[in-house]
């Protein structure tokens, strides 16, 4: 399925945001990764799925395919905060997940509000990492940690393309106190997915990848200058 982005200056396009590995990256990660298997990455392959820890709701390693949810409430959600992955019957993440993920989404809510295209952008990271049933091509599980004999995820390698990297910041650059917790002047970009991925109120620990030139999939986008 696609979707678009959504910019603040009233264009979009479209959402091939996430970077597909390239085949001797892909070998790099996986022989890098800490569970020691080799990743599946193809469409409909998860990277990881429900939580192993209920303590900061860190999910569980899972290289296997999407599934269903079960609840009706849970498909509603996603169609109110993902509507991207609304047409979606498969997903990688469980209810309790997409209930966790509104939860989180919902504390930017209030501030992003006034403007549409950053909640839509700024959503749309997330639920990707979460939901998306192609977790394979564009994630990697770096760090997992073992607790009561359950292993479970701590850090992600999240691979972005330039064009989606700076649309999200684009669009939502207004709002530095979600973008990285600056009261007063903006946030760079780089303050920005270091934020966003490491912060104290996150348990699971995220590295944005998004400057390799081979994720330039989409054209960067020039900052809005009249704004």
Known sequence: ????????????FPLYIKMKLPSFLVVVLVVGCTTGDSVVRKPGMCV???????K????????????????????????EICPHLSEEE????????????????????FMLSSCGNCLHNFRALFCDMVCSPNQSEFMDVSETEESDGVEHVTRLSYYL????????????KKFPMVLCMKFFGKCTIEETYNFLGDNSFTTLKTDYHYKDPY?????LLEEDKSK
């Open 90 to 109: 498969l997903l990688c993440c469980s209810d309790s997940q997409v209930a966790a993920l509104k939860s989180q989404t919902d504390k930017a809510k």
């Open 161 to 172: 393309s330039n064009g989606y990297a700076t649309g999200m910041y684009e669009s939502c």
């Open 48 to 54: 990881m799925y429900d939580v192993c820890k209920a």
């Open 1 to 12: 399925s696609s979707s678009g982005i959504n910019a603040e200056y009233g264009g979009s």
């Open 56 to 79: 900061g709701d860190l999910p569980c390693p899972s290289n296997t395919p999407a599934k269903p949810l079960e609840e009706d409430k849970s498909k509603a959600i996603i169609a």
């Open 215 to 219: 994720s330039a999939l989409i054209p």
